[in-house]
Nanobody, 119 residues
Framework: HVQLVESGGGLVQPGGSLTLSCVAS????????IYWVRQVPGKCFEWVST????????YYASTLEGRFTSSRDNAKNTVYLQMNSLKPEDAAVYYC????????WGFGYWGQGTQVTVS
């Protein structure tokens, strides 16, 4: 069955960096776009980034101002989110989400999330 497991969250000071990882299993990983989505407790989910199946196409929320970079290693079934110059407003639970059907169809399977605290 489809599984997405995030890791790498934690406590970081403002201006610091973190790299989140998402290890996937149960599907043909390279065929699927992967999204990163975050949620501050009590607030709506916020789309952060998108990466295509082969990693050649990426999109980011404009509010990130170029501070985040998504990449993937299909040999390891892993997607990464490199987060630099972190701000207190970046604190949230970060979710790795698989596309519903392959590419650019929208959110399908979700991981359990990893907490990022910036303080």
């Amino acid at each position: 069955h489809v599984q997405l497991v995030e890791s790498g969250g934690g406590l970081v000071q403002p201006g610091g960096s973190l790299t989140l990882s998402c290890v996937a299993s149960g599907f043909d990983f390279a065929r699927y776009w992967i999204y990163w989505v975050r949620q501050v407790p009590g607030k709506c989910f916020e789309w952060v980034s998108t990466i295509s199946g082969l990693g050649g196409t990426t999109y980011y929320a404009s509010t990130l101002e170029g501070r985040f970079t998504s990449s993937r290693d299909n040999a390891k079934n892993t997607v990464y989110l490199q987060m630099n110059s972190l701000k207190p407003e970046d604190a949230a639970v970060y979710y790795c989400v698989r596309d519903a059907y392959g590419g650019n169809w929208g959110f399908g399977y979700w991981g359990q999330g990893t907490q990022v605290t910036v303080s």
